[in-house]
């Protein structure tokens, strides 16, 4: 594939114009293996590794290069291609580090279309939808919710209402990579060079997804462990891959858990049905809990809202001020060291001329 094959355009080349004058070539992350990437230059794959300048000025692992990904790149010599810079993201899937650390985890870059695929088994969940869409609001691609699956469910029709319902003006669509639907539902969504991303939980079937539209039995799929549909992981890197009608798919590992980093902006569209209603309360301030004259709350009353929603949207709103007080705590905590380093500079520089007798 050539570069615009591989999803090339102006965005990416105005940013890259500053690398190019250095002799720096563009290549696109397409596959992410510890710390070591594979890179297509439009001519053929490489293998490449990030430079150690680019080491020293990373912010974070949140900037180094993933999947889809474009990179300012040293060509071969010998050795791996050298990284030099990451271009700036038009879009992202990131969530929150497993554990205490208080970073981003991204998991896949520049991408248009973000496919958050749910089994309709026994680990269906409207909440984790819920999850789901709010952190790829915050990423800026469109979602496209996929209930894959659909033969399992002999009450779909209801499923995708309730599904509808939790995903105010996002496309809900059904599938069955196993079955007879197959994943024709998903064609209207897979347009040539540009990037489609497969997200959701272990065992929901993305990788059988993958090879029907593939064509082949390219990504290793597994049955799910237990009767509950929880799976095991059998993808372990993410790749992007190219389709027969040239769109571009990147496939990512099934995630146990997923802990949001985003803005309250971003769950406010994931529940833009609550916002609406909030509009009609009372009190501008109204926290729908016992204040009169709240929409929200009459709404429940009425059945117009399922009071599960609500307790949803309090529940992760809750989340989101937590992890803005940890990132705030954090950006303070850097802010005092970069002043003490400063400092003790200072203090070693002026030592140092004592010393010249300056």
């Not at 203090?347 to 140092?352: P, Q, R, T």
Request: charged share 30%.
């Amino acid at each position: 594939m050539n570069l615009i094959d591989l999803g090339w355009n102006e965005y990416f080349k105005e940013r890259f114009a500053p690398y190019g004058e250095r002799g720096l070539v563009p290549a696109r992350v397409v596959k992410q293996q510890r710390d070591r990437s594979v890179l297509d230059g439009g001519g053929g794959e490489w293998v490449g590794e990030v430079s150690g300048r680019f080491r020293h000025e990373a912010g974070g692992p949140a900037d180094y290069p993933v999947a889809g990904d474009w990179a300012a790149v040293e060509p071969p010599r010998g050795g791996p291609a050298l990284i030099q810079a990451v271009l700036p993201r038009r879009s992202v899937f990131k969530r929150k580090a497993a554990g205490d650390a208080v970073e981003a985890q991204v998991a896949a870059a520049n991408i248009d279309t973000v496919f958050l695929v749910t089994g309709l088994d026994g680990d269906f969940s409207l909440r984790r939808i819920e999850r789901y869409l709010t952190a790829a609001w915050d990423g800026g691609a469109s979602p496209v919710v996929v209930l894959n699956k659909a033969d399992l469910r002999d009450d779909l029709a209801a499923v995708v209402l309730d599904v509808e319902r939790v995903a105010p003006g996002t496309p809900v669509v059904t599938t069955s990579a196993l079955g007879e639907e197959g994943v024709d539902a998903l064609r209207p969504y897979l347009v040539p060079r540009t990037t489609v991303a497969l997200l959701g939980s272990s065992g929901v079937g993305k990788s059988t997804l993958i090879n029907r539209l593939l064509g082949e039995d390219r990504q290793r799929t597994a049955p799910t462990i237990d009767a509950e549909g929880r799976g095991r992981h059998t993808t372990t890197e993410r790749e992007l891959v190219a389709l027969p009608d040239g769109t571009l798919l990147i496939d990512t590992p099934g995630m146990r858990e997923l802990q949001l980093w985003a803005d309250e902006a971003s769950l406010d569209r994931s529940f833009e049905d609550i916002g609406r209603l909030a509009a009609d309360c009372r009190f501008a301030d109204c926290r729908h809990a016992d204040e009169p004259g709240c929409a929200v709350r009459a709404a429940i009353a009425s059945g117009a809202l399922d009071a599960a929603r609500l307790e949803s949207w309090f529940k992760l709103a809750k989340e989101l001020r937590y992890l803005s007080l940890k990132q705030d705590v954090r950006a303070r905590r850097e802010s005092e060291r970069a002043f003490g380093r400063r400092v003790a500079n200072y203090l070693k520089n002026v030592y140092k001329d004592k010393r010249g007798g300056y």
